[in-house]
């Protein structure tokens, strides 16, 4: 008999629980400091609920239309926005989403101000960084990283709490792992730097085929999808 997706996931998320705390172990970390965060784009809200209760506690959403059809019927969890965010979609997502992964930009940083002040609340963000220099990828050139956080500095609700990254697609995840190594580098030396508005805590590196290379560099939020939904269709 064919397995339901719920089995499916419930196998799946076993699995990569063990593979996270085999990463984290193998790096001298506690498994506690990384979170994973389940990439729920095209899974139904019976699944995705199905996951919340089977213990999964952060979700990501790529698409604002998506995150907003589905919003209202999810059970208790805490919601990001992990796909790449137009400023005049800004008011949809300011104050529903605990974390925007995909700041890219001064005139988006600006957005995220404005409407998070007329909500009279900080939003916490990510710094999206570009770190394999492609062209068709959103993000921030790695030296452009810290202009940028200078900038938003002086933007009393919107608030930096680390950096998130996609690096090139390749063919074996160990490839990545030059990547995830600047990235971490990067993080740690902003983080030394104390800026005002930023805290720094969080490393969001890592989907499905290289989470484990990203824990072992330093990742502290993995964004996992396929490997715990399966394959889906994305059009």
């Known amino acids: 008999m064919e397995k339901s997706l719920n089995e499916c996931f419930d196998e799946n998320y076993a699995r990569i629980q063990s593979e996270i705390i085999r990463a984290a172990e193998k790096s001298g970390r506690d498994p506690q400091e990384i979170t994973l965060l389940a990439a729920t784009k095209t899974v139904s ?8 209760e089977s213990g999964l506690q952060v979700i990501g959403e790529n698409r604002v239309q998506e995150l907003l059809s ?5 059970l208790p969890v805490e919601k990001h926005l992990i796909g790449h965010l137009q400023t005049n979609k800004v008011k949809d997502v300011v104050g529903k989403v605990t974390l925007i992964h995909s700041v890219d930009s001064l005139k988006l940083a600006a957005a995220i101000q404005k409407q998070a002040e007329k909500l009279g609340i900080v939003q916490r963000v990510l710094i999206e960084v570009n770190i394999g220099g492609e062209e068709s990828k959103s993000g921030v050139c790695p030296d452009e990283v810290l202009p940028l956080m200078e900038e938003i500095a002086a933007m ?9 990254a996609i690096p090139p697609i390749c063919n074996r995840p160990e490839e990545n792992r030059k990547y995830f190594s600047k990235m971490r580098q990067m993080f740690l030396d902003i983080r030394a730097k104390k800026m005002d508005n930023s805290s720094m805590e969080i490393l969001s590196m890592g989907m499905s085929d290289d989470f484990a290379v990203a824990i072992e560099e330093g990742a502290t939020l993995v964004r996992v999808g396929t490997a715990l939904f399966g394959k889906r269709n994305y059009n």
Do not use: R, S
């Open 70 to 74: 589905k919003y209202d019927a999810f």
């Open 156 to 164: 009393p609700n919107v608030f930096v709490c680390g950096l998130m």
């Open 45 to 52: 809200v019976e699944v995705i609920n199905h996951a919340i």
